[in-house]
């Protein structure tokens, strides 16, 4: 491990630099336990009590799973629902976090949207599904609006929570140092509320999950939601599973890389957990 | 050379916003004070009777519901770089800016370049020995060291007037006898008028050329000023310390800031 610039070097400083080994924790040595535990579970209560249409057994979905990675059913899917999430994702958060921002910021602005934001926040984003279909078409604009709506009123939410986190000393300190409204906001306003802003994000990415499977059993005829609710005609509960492995494993990844992200770069405006 | 009238405060009271049409009582009333350009004046009071309440109204921060506060002739209206504060909590400093940023904030503010904004705050962290820390963030100071930066980022922007509210407070005994003493000697070298708030006696008397006394709150105002001619650098086993404590302990404690 380099220092190779004071960011660094402020991590180096919390936790020494260890070989590969020593950087193995206890903690990592039971999550794998725990996993391993898991699935020999999961393996004898399949085989001993379920037949496997009713419940199938590690073995049999590993064997499934190879066989639609084969044929690119599998990459199909996944990756469909993954750009889905990632278009409304960040479309979402790219017209939350500004709003957001300055909704905390400007009480006028705040007395005007904050009726809408209140109200919509309560309503699914799968109860527009319909009209959403009626007004954009089946295509994909209608998904990423779903995933975009979802998103929206959780990174909004977040965001004015956060500037109305900010201490009241630090727009003070600003103010006497010589900042105008518009460089207090700039200055002070958003990275102080970028944890919070980052934290939203990291909830509706969990949100926008949920969300593109329940849109792709309504309205697909790809990606995971559909693979998960066409196999069901079949009574395929094997790729059912791979369905659900898929998104848990898909969540978690790119949870960890957000957070990675998160650490990497933008690690000094607040810890993430 | 002739004592100039700097900061004035004429027939101040602050009152906070009628809540469900009640209104509070005023947490100032009249309250008067003439400062001097260069002197180091302690703001001395018990707690909750309005100390902080005068802090904020130098600043600008919050309006007065009467009166006028002029520097240097000029009414105060709003903050300003030529008033700045050093506040009791460090949630004051900007937690994403490295130390070195933290002080050159005043001066980006001004449109100083980079280089230029760093060589000054590197400057100010010199002189409050804090040399060698500069690319370390706040949550990586101590307590004493982050006050250190907060009075780093003030200086830098080169005001007037300092003004601290209780800037000590939350330190350990040890630090807050070394601050204290650095304090002192950032002020002789830099000859800004400092406005000191605290409800320490002994810390008042180290500190200032002159202690004003608040009477308690509500409606709370400046009681007697008392100046304070002990020799510099001072401490507290100094001939005429003790008594200066007594004195002002006394007037403390008769609840009245001595008006009687």
């Known amino acids: ?273 | 050379m002739v004592a100039q009238d700097f900061l004035v405060a004429r027939d101040v009271s602050y009152r906070y916003a009628a809540r469900r049409g009640v209104q509070p009582p005023e947490v100032l009333s009249n309250f008067e004070v003439t400062l001097t350009e260069g002197e180091f004046f302690c703001l001395l009071g018990p707690s909750g009777c309005g100390k902080t309440t005068v802090l904020n109204l130098m600043a600008g921060f919050l309006p007065p519901t009467r009166g006028t506060l002029t520097l240097g002739g000029q009414p105060i209206v709003g903050p300003g770089i030529d008033r700045t504060v050093v506040f009791q909590s460090d949630d004051a400093l900007f937690t994403w800016l490295r130390t070195i940023d933290n002080v050159a904030f005043g001066l980006r503010m001004r449109g100083l370049p980079a280089e230029r904004r760093h060589s000054i705050a590197r400057e100010y962290l010199r002189l409050v020995h804090l040399d060698g820390q500069e690319n370390k963030y706040p949550s990586e100071l101590s307590g004493g060291m982050k006050q250190r930066v907060q009075i780093a980022r003030v200086l830098a922007t080169d005001p007037k007037i300092l003004l601290m509210d209780e800037p000590f407070g939350a330190l350990d005994a040890q630090t807050r006898g070394r601050l204290q003493d650095e304090l002192v000697e950032i002020w002789r070298k830099t000859n800004k008028t400092i406005v000191f708030i605290t409800h320490d006696i002994a810390e008042a008397i180290l500190l200032a050329d002159r202690i004003g006394v608040m009477t308690k709150g509500p409606g709370s105002r400046l009681g007697v000023i008392i100046p304070v001619d002990l020799p510099r650098p001072r401490r507290r086993g100094n001939p005429g310390f003790g008594e200066m404590w007594e004195r002002i302990n006394a007037i403390i404690e008769h609840e009245d800031g001595g008006e009687s």
């Open chain 1, 1 to 273: 491990m380099t220092v190779s610039s004071p960011r660094d070097a402020a991590d180096t400083m919390l936790a020494p630099p260890a070989s590969w080994l020593g950087k193995v924790k206890p903690d990592h040595l039971v999550y794998v336990a725990s996993i391993i535990g898991m699935i020999l579970l999961w393996h004898v209560v399949a085989t001993t009590f379920f037949k496997p249409q009713f419940f199938p057994g590690p073995l049999l979905v590993l064997a499934t799973g190879e066989e639609m990675v084969a044929s690119g059913e599998l990459f199909e899917h996944v990756s469909i629902s993954l750009e889905r999430i990632l278009a409304g994702f960040l479309i979402g958060s790219a017209i939350a976090a500004p709003a957001g921002l300055v909704m905390g910021s400007v009480p006028i602005v705040r007395a005007i949207f904050d009726p809408y934001a209140q109200f919509f926040r309560f309503v699914p984003s799968l109860a527009w599904l319909t009209p959403v279909v009626i007004w954009f078409g089946i295509g994909e604009t209608s998904k990423v609006l779903i995933i975009v709506y979802t998103t929206v009123f959780i990174v909004l939410i977040n965001t004015m929570v956060g500037v109305s986190h900010i201490a009241e000393n630090k727009l003070r300190a600003a103010a006497c140092l010589g900042a105008t409204p518009f460089k207090s906001f700039l200055h002070v306003t958003l990275p102080a509320t970028l944890p919070f802003i980052l934290t939203g994000m990291r909830l509706a990415m969990g949100n926008s999950f949920a969300t593109v499977v329940a849109a792709e059993m309504i309205a697909a005829d790809s990606g995971l939601g559909f693979l998960i609710f066409n196999s069901r005609l079949w009574m395929a509960t094997d790729k059912i599973f791979i369905g659900i492995v898929c998104l848990g494993a898909l969540g978690l990844i790119t949870d960890r890389f957000f957070r990675y992200l998160v650490i990497r770069f933008a690690h000094q405006y607040g810890p993430i957990e």
